[in-house]
């Protein structure tokens, strides 16, 4: 059975590869009951559109094209989830991009237990958002690891684990797309071979991780992450690129172009007399924001996400 939140990078991987996916839940999203109508609307944009463009289609709909049996979960305490697990009668759970951590009577239902697949090389960077924490400490060899479940935090014993190097500037799609496509696949695909013929390691944790717990931001941090005045332009480039689908650090665009989103591209080191650290201008048929050391340039995309924030407030 498989855990996680839409069509994952886990997702058709494990669906064609030798072991049968007997059910799918989806995780719902972090803040769920807060921004319900957000996400139903969403998801109905998403749906309708994955008429024209299969690469849009949902979990539930592929679900359904597979005939798998699908479930929403908003957490182990909704009614009826463990009843609907067991009646699945998975061999094993696979967890990948969750919101919340699974309760105990959840994780021990699958008979060989249930595994996880972290971006990180834990124990460092446990926690739900392990990503914003190693773009703001520059790490580019992050790693991925698969392990158990237990009652902790990303504390159970480790299976399999492998460090990915990461270019400087790696946006976070083709982060995920290379430690989680391709290693954590890898990796997940090698547990489970292991697990079926009996011969998965089981490697205890350090109860202490080298890095402080990868935290959510809090809402009001969003804008406040990066040091303008302190850190030298490739810095802040490697940070704003890899988080410039959520981050918000920039004001975002308005009027004529409040759809869109801003675009981190290359920078420059030039004099920035008569601007403003941190700020964003257009100049030369360019858009830019200014650091300690010079500038570094923005273009503007359609964003569906801001469309209909907009519609529904």
Request: hydrophobic letters at 35%.
């Amino acid at each position: 059975m498989i855990i996680t939140q839409g069509v994952s990078r886990i997702v058709c991987p494990l669906l064609s590869s030798n072991h049968q996916v007997v059910a799918v839940l989806e995780s719902a999203p972090r803040n769920y009951q807060q921004r319900r109508r957000l996400h139903h609307g969403y998801g109905l944009i998403r749906s309708v559109l994955s008429v024209v463009r299969p690469c849009l289609q949902t979990l539930k709909q592929l679900c359904k094209q597979k005939k798998l049996p699908y479930r929403f979960m908003t957490g182990s305490h909704d009614e009826g989830l463990e009843d609907w697990i067991r009646a699945q009668n998975p061999d094993v759970i696979v967890v990948f991009s969750m919101s919340q951590l699974l309760k105990e009577n959840i994780f021990n239902i699958p008979k060989f237990g249930t595994i996880n697949i972290h971006p990180s090389y834990l124990p460092e960077y446990r926690g739900p958002a392990p990503d914003i924490w190693q773009y703001y400490n520059m790490e580019i060899n992050p790693g991925v690891t698969v392990h158990y479940i237990d009652s902790g935090e990303d504390t159970g014993d480790i299976i399999f684990q492998e460090r990915t190097p990461i270019l400087l500037g790696k946006k976070l799609p083709d982060k995920l797309d290379k430690l989680i496509g391709r290693t954590g696949v890898n990796l997940i695909l090698k547990a489970l071979n292991a697990i079926q013929e009996g011969n998965a390691p089981r490697v205890t944790q350090s109860k202490e991780s080298p890095t402080l717990r990868a935290r959510n931001l809090k809402p009001g941090e969003y804008n406040q992450l990066i040091n303008w005045e302190n850190w030298p332009i490739e810095h802040v480039w490697h940070v704003l690129r890899g988080t410039e689908h959520w981050l918000n650090e920039l004001h975002q665009p308005k009027g004529f172009y409040k759809c869109q989103s801003w675009i981190v591209e290359d920078y420059e080191r030039c004099d920035i007399s008569g601007y403003k650290i941190g700020e964003v201008y257009r100049g030369a048929g360019k858009w830019f924001v200014i650091c300690k050391e010079g500038k570094i340039y923005l273009s503007l995309k359609f964003d569906l996400k801001n469309l209909l924030i907009g519609l529904i407030r």
